[in-house]
């Protein structure tokens, strides 16, 4: 499968599967028209061909001339006109670009001494974008994330590795197990972004009066649960267990005007005490909603943000990546390529890649069952 090439043939993208990574792998070049000059890819492999990743940018690279590749594992692979989940697949999108126009981020594990390599091509650039892979086990990825947007100034998107087995990320001209990677595009390439929550919030927001670390005891000055069940209704209050992968916590973010947060689960309730835990650290004084997850309200933002991005653009995409949680595809919308139809019928046919993730990135935060669409304009 394929979604072919733009009429100016500076981007190409192919889909391929097969029992094993060679049989994939042609499959994938079996339909990929590199453009002419192309000399950057990005690659996303599902997990059954972790542990061959790098045996697939070898060979990518010397059939299509492309000399860097960056990418990574997820649990599916979007391109062509669906996905390809939990089956060995591999998802590319190759572009020619001016040759200044980008620069590989080299892995960051501890900090950002990497970056050094990096300096003469910052100094003479203000990077608009940064797309970046992660090891979702890498407790330092948030704080990454911060200080690359802060040393780059750039407007970080991308996603966690998301393996059963081995973590892999491609990084340039190599492939590594951890650390944060990718690539930086100078601001004079036009580009667009997106991110569509999973999720639509349960009233207001919140302050939390009082919490240790994970535990929350208190909301607006009374106990949290009882905050929490007047915000999920008697219904859901009677029975509890059945919010399990339906109500989610969300923190918004400080100072972001497009009132997006970031959705946390829910990790264990105290009965006794009136305390609720969640998959994340918080403070008094921190800013809490409640949040449902289903298909109607994850279907009406995913066309928001797509009729957004219609607006902004001017023509049709050149090419684009999408990067989705996990937990959504078939797990939301009845099947694994819903996504990728509806970015098709609101934008049209263009060279296309991305996979599903273990976190996803927007403006260097790191999100949960959300959806990032980057388009290159």
Same mark, same amino acid.
């Given at each position: ?20 990574w060679?049989? @994939? ?21 599902t ?7 790098a ?16 990418g990574?594992?997820?649990?599916g ?39 050094? @390599?990096l ?13 970046? /892979? ?39 001209d190599?492939?590594v ?14 580009? @667009? ?11 207001p ?8 670390? /994970? ?111 996990? @937990? ?47 388009l290159?304009?």
């Amino acid at each position: 499968m394929t979604s072919g090439t733009t009429g100016t043939a500076r981007f190409a993208a192919s889909l391929g599967q097969g029992e094993d990574w060679q049989t @994939a792998a042609k499959a994938c070049l079996d339909t990929l028209s590199t453009p002419e000059g192309a000399n950057l890819g990005f690659i996303y492999v599902t997990d059954q061909l972790a542990d061959q990743l790098a045996s697939i940018t070898t060979l990518l690279r010397g059939i299509t001339g492309v000399r860097d590749w960056v990418g990574t594992v997820g649990l599916g692979v979007c391109g062509g006109d669906g996905a390809i989940y939990d089956q060995a697949a591999v998802s590319v999108l190759v572009g020619r670009f001016d040759a200044d126009s980008f620069a590989i981020l080299p892995p960051q594990t501890d900090g950002l001494a990497p970056l050094t @390599a990096l300096e003469p091509w910052l100094r003479d650039r203000a990077p608009l974008l940064a797309l970046a /892979h992660g090891d979702p086990k890498q407790a330092r990825t948030p704080a990454l994330l911060t200080d690359l947007a802060g040393r780059t100034g750039s407007f970080i998107v991308g996603g966690l590795t998301a393996s059963r087995g081995e973590q892999a990320i491609a990084a340039g001209d190599q492939v590594v197990a951890e650390g944060l990677s990718g690539v930086l595009f100078d601001a004079d390439l036009p580009v @667009a972004t997106g991110l569509t929550q999973g999720c639509t919030p349960l009233g207001p927001a919140h302050t939390i009066t009082a919490a240790e670390n /994970h535990v929350i005891m208190a909301i607006d000055g009374r106990p949290a649960l009882d905050v929490f069940k007047e915000a999920i209704g008697p219904a859901l209050s009677s029975e509890l267990r059945r919010i399990d992968g339906l109500i989610f916590a969300g923190l918004p973010i400080q100072g972001d005007d497009r009132g997006d947060y970031l959705v946390r689960n829910l990790t264990a309730i105290d009965l006794t005490r009136g305390w609720i835990a969640i998959a994340e650290n918080v403070q008094a004084g921190q800013k809490l909603l409640f949040c449902r997850r289903d298909q109607e309200s994850a279907l009406q933002d995913m066309d928001r943000m797509l009729s957004q991005l219609q607006r902004r653009l001017s023509g049709p995409p050149q090419a684009g990546i999408y990067i989705t949680c996990v @937990a959504r595809g078939a797990r939301q919308f009845a099947d694994d390529g819903a996504e990728i139809r509806a970015i098709r019928e609101k934008l049209g046919d263009f060279p296309l890649t991305g996979y599903f993730a273990g976190g996803e990135i927007s403006n260097a935060q790191l999100y949960g069952y959300t959806g990032v669409l980057v388009l290159f304009t």
